[in-house]
């Protein structure tokens, strides 16, 4: 069993359209992540969501959305795609908001935009 | 604030060699340290992480690091190398308080044959 999944996997789309990214993790955790690694693979968090309440939300434009619909999905819209937006995006999981527990990653989704 | 730092971009070893990838961290308090490690087209998988206790910790894959809080440093190491650990090393920090990891830039690891 997947312990922190994504889908899709690969996502190609143009600029201009909105896109979603699916996360789900089966690890029982009450944290979840989004990071976006860029083409230098520098990993940037995005946000930071705790039993369905967003406790990290860093400086990103507003077209990035994320929703928890319960503790063990968290979900990434993204408004009118920019060429700036293609990067893997990975959704991370953590069993609780503090502490020295490690985090769970998804294996990516790489977003091309053209 | 908290930060990482991964002085070295990429690091050549030949197998069988011993390798080390080196990391400081600057934090308030006392520090949560993590090794990440990344193969080609996956996510981060974890290695190991120093809480609290012994200096040297173990982790899997035969990877250990050494917390050092005088010279703020957790570099991770490798007695002996392996073609298999070519991949891209992340040191990442916490505080120990509620709050986000800090990843560092990472550390590409060639071994050659």
């Known amino acids: 069993d997947t312990a922190v999944s994504q889908t899709p996997k690969y996502l190609v789309t143009q600029m201009g359209n909105d896109k979603s990214i699916k996360c789900e993790q089966n690890l029982g955790h009450d944290t979840m992540y989004w990071y976006k690694q860029d083409s230098k693979k520098f990993l940037k968090i995005m946000f930071s969501?705790?039993?369905?309440?967003?406790?990290i939300n860093e400086t990103v434009p507003n077209r990035f959305s994320p929703k928890s619909p319960d503790k063990a999905h968290l979900n990434l819209h993204i408004n009118s795609l920019e060429l700036g937006d293609s990067a893997v995006y990975f959704c991370a999981s953590s069993p609780r908001v503090a502490g020295g527990r490690e985090q769970y990653f998804g294996p990516g989704t790489r977003l091309t935009v053209t | 604030a908290q930060s990482v730092a991964q002085p070295e971009d990429q690091v050549n070893v030949a197998e069988g060699n011993p390798l080390t990838v080196k990391c400081t961290y600057s934090v308030s308090g006392n520090p949560y340290l993590f090794w990440y490690v990344q193969y080609p087209n996956r996510g981060l998988q974890f290695l190991l992480k120093y809480i609290t206790g012994d200096n040297l910790v173990k982790g899997s894959y035969g990877f250990e690091a050494e917390f050092n809080k005088s010279q703020t440093s957790f570099h991770l190491k490798k007695p002996s190398a392996l073609v298999s650990d070519s991949a891209l090393y992340f040191c990442a920090v916490r505080d120990n308080s509620w709050g986000k990891f800090q990843f560092g830039a990472g550390t590409q690891v060639v071994v050659t044959p």
């Open positions: 969501y705790n039993n369905k309440e967003l406790i």
